[in-house]
């Protein structure tokens, strides 16, 4: 884990019984060139992601964020917003 937000949001997807892994990275583009995005779980059964970060990243990485978002189901934010989002699912089938 590379935050204690991080920690706190595997513990608590941990506590609610949910499988997630470390994702491989998404492959996205912005100018013509690649880049890599990496983002910290993966929720196997609802093929989410999630990546909290804070507002002052939010803001710096807006336009990566975006870009990401439109290619795949992307959550970001806040721990309370992310654990939200966590609390807004439905039991996989």
Same mark, same amino acid.
């Given at each position: 884990?590379?935050?204690?937000?991080?920690?706190?949001?595997?513990? @608590? !997807? %941990?506590? &609610?019984?949910?499988?997630? +892994?470390?994702?491989?990275p998404?492959?996205?583009? #912005?100018?013509?060139?690649?880049?890599?995005?990496?983002?910290?779980?993966?929720?196997?059964?609802?093929?989410? @992601? !999630? %990546?909290? &970060?804070?507002?002052?990243? +939010?803001?710096?990485?807006?336009?990566?964020?975006? #870009?990401?978002?439109?290619?795949?189901?992307?959550?970001?934010?806040?721990?309370?917003?992310?654990?939200?989002?966590?609390?807004?699912?439905?039991?996989?089938?």
């Amino acid at each position: 884990m590379d935050s204690s937000w991080e920690v706190i949001l595997a513990k @608590y !997807l %941990d506590s &609610k019984s949910i499988r997630w +892994i470390r994702p491989p990275p998404v492959i996205y583009s #912005i100018n013509d060139k690649s880049h890599k995005y990496f983002s910290d779980f993966y929720l196997l059964d609802y093929d989410i @992601y !999630l %990546d909290p &970060k804070n507002k002052i990243v +939010i803001t710096k990485q807006q336009e990566k964020l975006d #870009i990401v978002s439109s290619m795949i189901t992307l959550y970001y934010g806040e721990l309370d917003h992310l654990k939200n989002i966590i609390n807004s699912l439905e039991p996989p089938e």
